[in-house]
């Protein structure tokens, strides 16, 4: 299992800042429309109870749809963890160092993508729509020098203060990438002169 | 004409089949890729409590069906 506190290729003084998933609404949104799915068969039964008994005292045909009930439910069951595990695996992280962008596509496609913090150029949030601005869930994009690729941080909490948030990182993060290299620069100079 | 209602269990072993392996492929993702918390170990462990008293529930039932009987169609 993946362990936050060994995050890959994770450097000593490395804190993670934020660790996003969807709103929580997402699932919740998914969870009742599975609900909804649930009462079909009662319902079915419910329509043969009153409009077609027939079929329930036949047995071969009680056994079809008994069979016909448990697969339906066993494929139910299946697909809202799938769906659950679809919302639970994507993940996006920022760290003191990176934003690090994790995202399950179906069962057997895993994008995992990793982006320097002094290498992003440009931090948009967006929350578009009536649900979004009440539930304050929204998108954040982050453009990164040297790709035409925007990570999007998908219907996560708190859009405008992540993008903020972000935006004060890679600002410090770039301060200390200027000093690090004004030091290399003198140290070069230093050594050129002697 | 007559059809063994016996098929309609080999079609929902079938399907029990397929589920069986569509779960191992989940669990074993929920193992391999996701955060080692409380909320994932309790979310499978539910997911493999209900799948399996769905699959009990089922035996039950399919123990007690008389599988020799036949459709007669013509």
Redesign the interface.
């Known amino acids: ?4 506190k060994y995050l890959p290729h994770k450097k000593d003084d490395e804190q993670i800042v934020f660790f996003l998933r969807r709103h929580w609404f997402i699932i919740i949104k998914i969870i009742f429309v599975y609900g909804i799915l649930a009462l079909i068969p009662a319902l079915f039964y419910w329509v043969l109870v009153n409009g077609a008994e027939i079929w329930l005292n036949n ?2 045909a009680k ?2 749809l ?2 016909l009930g ?2 339906y ?3 139910w ?2 697909l809202l ?2 769906a ?2 679809d919302y ?2 994507d ?1 996006w992280i920022v760290t003191s160092h990176r934003v690090i962008n ?1 995202e ?1 596509k179906g ?1 057997f496609n ?1 994008f995992i993508a990793e982006h320097k913090l002094f290498r992003i150029q440009d931090v948009v949030s967006k929350q578009q729509g009536m649900l979004p601005t009440l539930l304050n869930y929204g998108e954040v994009h982050i453009q990164t020098a040297g790709s035409e690729k925007t990570v999007v941080f998908e219907q996560v909490s708190r859009p405008h203060y992540v993008a903020q948030e972000t935006i004060k990182l890679v600002e410090w993060r770039k301060q200390i990438v200027a000093k690090t290299m004004e030091k290399m620069e003198k140290l070069d100079e230093m050594e050129g002169i002697e | 004409m007559e059809i063994p209602i016996i098929i309609f269990l080999y079609l929902y072993l079938m399907m029990v089949t397929f589920f069986i392996l569509f779960s191992i492929f989940l669990v074993y993702h929920a193992l391999r890729f996701g955060t080692a918390t409380i909320t994932n170990l309790f979310t499978m462990g539910l997911f493999l409590a209900v799948a399996a008293g769905i699959l009990i529930s089922s035996y039950a039932y399919i123990s007690g069906v008389d599988w020799e009987l036949v459709i007669k169609l013509f």
Not at chain 1, 1 to 4: K, N
């Open positions: 299992m993946f362990r936050l047995e071969l056994t079809f008994v069979l448990f697969t439910y066993l494929f069951w299946l963890y799938h659950w595990l639970y695996l993940i994790i399950q069962l895993r």
